[in-house]
């Protein structure tokens, strides 16, 4: 019955104009963008990973369009014109940009629309303006989180009725139009999250009815226009993670209606301007990461209003005014690095609704206070400061705490033994302190726990908590204790970054760690796992780390290490491995071509982070391979300090994505493959101590990233090569106990005769080189990104429903992590 119903509901709206029904023109177009929309996106994945909750199954032909789902219509008598589309991520999975912005095409012919939502779409190519010129009575757009690139076209700016705009994370190039004068309408603007370049318009003044500017995320540089002061109806100020400089103009405070001003991550100088005191509206006021100086004043916390307050990460400082009584309630509070000192100021006791407290890289010390653990806050972030003693339990009681990091302290003692009572952790970073005796086994109780740290420490036991394999735990870091036993595999099937190096663990690897099907990173090194390299781990098919640096391994290179095609970061040096180099290790395709975008934990965390330091032990100096290390552009093969013999496999050349090849301190004879010369992105190479012959081939003058080399202590005779890097390489003992090598580089000229073989060169090079999982630069990374999700989501969360990002003071709200 209620099929026929449908049936015959479609058949009377094809037929009357009915006041239930959708105009069938209207119908048609929307079916037409449904077959293109989908037509797109299958030949590049399953529908099955998007479409059934993409919210267009109910779009079809007996049904009248104003029932669909994502489609709103007009509610006046006998109109029923679609006047609504929310059209947000139709695709679930996060797959690369392979829709078209052609695919819009039959919206623009819908001159009905108010509102067009088709953010976190994966759209690519020009935003079409032209089109958009047709949508006249356009008041809502969101192009939000595509990949629309090229110029900001000058046709949006004559949708006089626009009153929310909203092109964030993109990749838009252009600068603002002059045409932006036009908007006298608008109420809201928001640019964030592109890539604009150049200075803010002044001529954004312009748009007198403003209520909401945000500018985030995007490449503005210069100072803040004085225009912008003339937008005296300015609720909401975003203009965060840009390149803006100078300092925050004077009469900010003269936009009275201020709720929220967000300016963190530029490059302001100077001081907190005192007009900020006049505004009394005043809810949000985020000045974090910038190059401001001077002292915090103490009349930002009678702003009654505030409620959100971020200074941290510029070069303020704090007078400790104990007698400070504040008259605003504050949710959030981050005063990272601002010079506090001495114990945790009294009266934050006072601000009863805190639920965010940043006191990280101060100088903060004596022990951790009762009364902030009877609070309840639902994140606190300590690291980096000087508080002794041990972790009151009472902590642990509380229902609300999400994020806790006491990294880096001077804290001692046991674990609270009822650690596990704190079910809402999802978050828990104790690294870098003293605390002694074993991990209370209650910590397994914590289900929603994403990452636990507890490195660093003094750790002990043989007995590991046994956490549920359907667990949430993807990042368990017990590195640099003094753990004993066998290696505990008892861990969630989640889990992508497994660390437990530097203890004293011993015997064999257990085979079932091959249960930890999702795990990406491995790290094992400095411990004393006996026998051969465990085949079997070749069955961890998402490994892309992995450190089994000083473990007492012994035996061949197994062939089958090839079958971990994702690869980047195999570090086998200080063991007693024998045989010949397999030539498989060639086919080791996370070498081959390094992936630009890294996602162990993005698919976890919905976050990018860095990941892992790559450091290198260079003739005892630690220097880092390039300025910002991270595993996103990383691959590294060290295979030094071990027995290998034989030849060095030519196949080692076609692994164009290694920065970093050591093999060093081997039995390695013959000569160096002149294959190498295609390791276009090798930084540094050591094949030093080993017993390789012949001359350095010609073909590392194409190295061009090269910085480091060494081949000393081998048989190389002949002629350095000249030519790009290798005129750089001057450091005599890189060359050293090589009796027949020659050349400008070792101030030892070559007799004319020689003229090395242009063909098969095989170069060599010794260096001392190691690298080291730096896991302090994840853990500072890792903490900011968890901010952002925790706190900032609110800048860029969106919903479906006409009305939303309506406000960004709104979104600006505190909220507490939750994973259901």
């Given at each position: 019955?209620?099929a026929r119903?449908?049936f015959l509901?479609g058949?009377l ?13 209207q119908?048609q177009?929307?079916l037409q963008?449904k077959s293109?929309?989908?037509n797109?996106?299958s030949?590049?994945s ?8 993409s919210?267009?199954?109910s779009?079809n032909?007996t049904?009248?369009?104003?029932s669909?789902d994502r ?6 008598p006998r109109?029923r014109?679609?006047?609504g ?8 999975s996060d797959n690369?940009a392979?829709?078209?912005s052609?695919v819009?095409?039959p919206l ?6 108010l509102?067009l939502d ?6 690519y190519g020009?935003?079409p303006?032209d089109?958009l010129?047709?949508l006249?009575k356009?008041v809502?757009l969101?192009l939000m989180q595509?990949n629309f690139?090229g110029?900001?076209?000058s ?12 092109l964030?994370n ?5 600068v603002?139009s002059?045409?932006v ?7 809201t603007?928001?640019l964030?999250n592109n890539?604009l370049a ?7 003044s ?14 503005f540089s210069?100072?803040i226009?004085?225009?912008?002061m003339?937008l005296?109806?300015?609720e909401?100020?975003d203009?965060?993670?840009?390149r803006l400089?100078?300092q925050?103009?004077?009469?900010i405070g003269s936009?009275?209606?201020?709720s929220?001003?967000a ?5 302001f100088t ?5 007009s900020?005191q006049n505004?009394s509206?005043?809810?949000?006021l985020r000045?974090?990461?910038?190059l401001?100086?001077?002292e915090?004043?103490s009349w930002?916390f009678?702003l009654k209003?505030l409620k959100i307050?971020?200074l ?7 007078n400790?005014?104990?007698?400070i009584e504040p008259?605003?309630m504050?949710?959030q509070l981050?005063?990272?690095s601002?010079g506090?000192?001495?114990e945790?100021p009294?009266w934050i ?13 101060n100088?903060l010390?004596g022990?951790?206070p009762l009364w902030?653990?009877e609070?309840d806050l ?6 980096d400061?000087k508080?002794?003693?041990s972790i009151p339990p009472r902590?642990f009681?509380s229902l609300?705490?999400?994020?806790l990091?006491l990294s880096?302290?001077n804290l001692t003692?046991?674990l609270?033994e009822?650690i596990?009572e ?6 828990l ?5 003293n ?9 397994s109780n914590i ?11 003094r ?13 949430f735990?993807?990042y368990?870091?017990f ?10 595999v ?12 530097k203890?004293k ?6 085979r079932?760690?091959t249960?930890?099907?999702k ?5 094992l090194?400095?411990n004393?796992i006996t026998g ?11 490994l892309q780390?992995?450190n ?7 035996g061949p290179l ?8 994702n690869l980047?970061i195999?570090d086998l040096s200080?063991?007693?491995l024998?045989?010949?180099i397999?030539?498989e290790f060639?086919n ?10 890294f996602?162990a ?7 990018s ?6 450091l290198v032990n260079?003739k ?5 391979l390039?300025s910002?290390p991270s595993i996103d552009v990383?691959s ?8 290998l013999?034989?030849?060095i496999p ?8 290694l920065?970093t090849?050591n093999?060093?301190?081997n039995k390695?004879s013959?000569r160096?493959?002149?294959s190498?010369g ?15 012959t012949?001359p350095?081939p010609?073909s590392?003058e194409?190295?061009r ?5 060494d081949v000393?202590?081998?048989h ?10 290798m005129d750089?390489?001057?450091d ?6 090589n009796s027949g ?9 070559c ?8 063909a098969k060169?095989?170069e060599?090079?010794?260096s ?9 630069g994840f853990?500072?990374?890792f903490?900011s990104?968890i901010l952002?999700?925790i706190?900032t989501?609110q800048f860029h969360?969106?919903?479906?429903s006409?009305a939303?990002?309506?406000?960004l003071?709104r ?6 992590v939750?994973?259901r």
């Amino acid at each position: 019955m209620a099929a026929r119903l449908l049936f015959l509901l479609g058949v009377l709206c094809s037929t009357f104009t009915l006041s239930v029904c959708c105009p069938d023109h209207q119908k048609q177009t929307l079916l037409q963008f449904k077959s293109a929309f989908l037509n797109l996106t299958s030949a590049y994945s399953s529908p099955s990973s998007y479409f059934p909750m993409s919210g267009l199954e109910s779009w079809n032909s007996t049904s009248d369009c104003c029932s669909w789902d994502r489609v709103v219509c007009d509610t006046k008598p006998r109109s029923r014109a679609v006047v609504g589309l929310t059209l947000n991520s139709l695709l679930l999975s996060d797959n690369p940009a392979m829709v078209s912005s052609t695919v819009l095409t039959p919206l623009f012919h819908i001159n009905t629309l108010l509102l067009l939502d088709i953010s976190s779409n994966h759209i690519y190519g020009q935003i079409p303006g032209d089109n958009l010129a047709k949508l006249t009575k356009l008041v809502h757009l969101d192009l939000m989180q595509n990949n629309f690139s090229g110029n900001l076209p000058s046709q949006i700016f004559r949708l006089k009725y626009l009153q929310y705009l909203d092109l964030s994370n993109n990749l838009l190039s252009g600068v603002l139009s002059p045409e932006v004068g036009y908007l006298q309408n608008l109420r809201t603007l928001n640019l964030d999250n592109n890539f604009l370049a150049g200075n803010i318009p002044d001529k954004i003044s312009n748009l007198t009815k403003l209520q909401e500017l945000s500018l985030s995320s995007n490449d503005f540089s210069g100072n803040i226009p004085i225009s912008i002061m003339n937008l005296h109806d300015l609720e909401v100020l975003d203009l965060r993670d840009n390149r803006l400089s100078l300092q925050i103009p004077t009469d900010i405070g003269s936009l009275s209606n201020l709720s929220t001003l967000a300016l963190s991550k530029n490059r302001f100088t100077g001081s907190i301007p005192q007009s900020i005191q006049n505004l009394s509206k005043l809810e949000t006021l985020r000045l974090e990461n910038n190059l401001l100086s001077g002292e915090i004043p103490s009349w930002l916390f009678d702003l009654k209003a505030l409620k959100i307050l971020f200074l941290g990460g510029n070069s303020l400082t704090w007078n400790n005014n104990s007698s400070i009584e504040p008259k605003c309630m504050l949710s959030q509070l981050s005063l990272q690095s601002c010079g506090l000192a001495g114990e945790i100021p009294a009266w934050i006791s006072t601000q009863k609704s805190l639920d965010y407290l940043d006191l990280s890289k101060n100088k903060l010390e004596g022990k951790f206070p009762l009364w902030l653990a009877e609070m309840d806050l639902g994140s606190i972030i300590f690291s980096d400061n000087k508080f002794t003693g041990s972790i009151p339990p009472r902590l642990f009681q509380s229902l609300s705490l999400s994020v806790l990091d006491l990294s880096r302290n001077n804290l001692t003692g046991s674990l609270p033994e009822n650690i596990g009572e704190a079910k809402a952790i999802m978050i828990l970073m104790l690294s870098g302190n003293n605390f002694s005796g074993p991990v209370p086994s209650s910590i397994s109780n914590i289900y929603r726990l994403l990452l636990l740290d507890l490195s660093n420490n003094r750790l002990s036991g043989n007995t590991f908590p046994m956490f549920d394999s359907d667990a949430f735990l993807a990042y368990v870091d017990f590195s640099s204790n003094e753990f004993t036993g066998e290696i505990p595999v008892t861990f969630s099937q989640e889990t992508r970054i497994l660390a437990l190096g530097k203890n004293k663990f011993s015997g064999r690897l257990p085979r079932n760690i091959t249960n930890l099907i999702k795990l990406e990173h491995l790290d094992l090194h400095d411990n004393r796992i006996t026998g051969e390299f465990p085949d079997f781990i070749t069955n961890i098919s998402h490994l892309q780390i992995l450190n089994m640096r000083n473990t007492s391994l012994r035996g061949p290179l197994p062939k089958r290490i090839s079958k971990l095609v994702n690869l980047q970061i195999l570090d086998l040096s200080s063991n007693n491995l024998s045989g010949s180099i397999p030539a498989e290790f060639g086919n080791l395709l996370g070498m081959i071509d390094t992936p630009t975008t890294f996602s162990a934990i993005t698919d976890v965390f919905t976050f990018s982070i860095q990941y892992v330091d790559i450091l290198v032990n260079w003739k005892r100096s630690v220097q880092g391979l390039s300025s910002n290390p991270s595993i996103d552009v990383y691959s590294l093969l060290d295979l030094s300090k071990n027995q290998l013999s034989g030849e060095i496999p030519a196949s080692l050349g076609t692994l164009k994505g290694l920065k970093t090849l050591n093999i060093s301190h081997n039995k390695l004879s013959g000569r160096i493959p002149f294959s190498f010369g295609s390791l276009k992105s090798l930084e540094s190479l050591d094949l030093s101590h080993n017993s390789l012959t012949g001359p350095i081939p010609r073909s590392f003058e194409n190295l061009r990233q090269l910085t480091t080399l060494d081949v000393s202590n081998n048989h190389l005779a002949g002629q350095i090569p000249r030519g790009g890097q290798m005129d750089t390489m001057n450091d005599l003992d890189s060359f050293a106990n090589n009796s027949g090598l020659c050349g400008v580089q070792i101030m030892l000229p070559c007799p004319d005769v020689i003229s090395p073989p242009m063909a098969k060169e095989s170069e060599t090079k010794e260096s001392h080189y190691m690298w080291q999982g730096g896991w302090t630069g994840f853990l500072f990374g890792f903490l900011s990104s968890i901010l952002i999700i925790i706190f900032t989501t609110q800048f860029h969360g969106r919903t479906s429903s006409p009305a939303k990002g309506s406000s960004l003071g709104r979104r600006l709200t505190p909220h507490r992590v939750n994973v259901r």
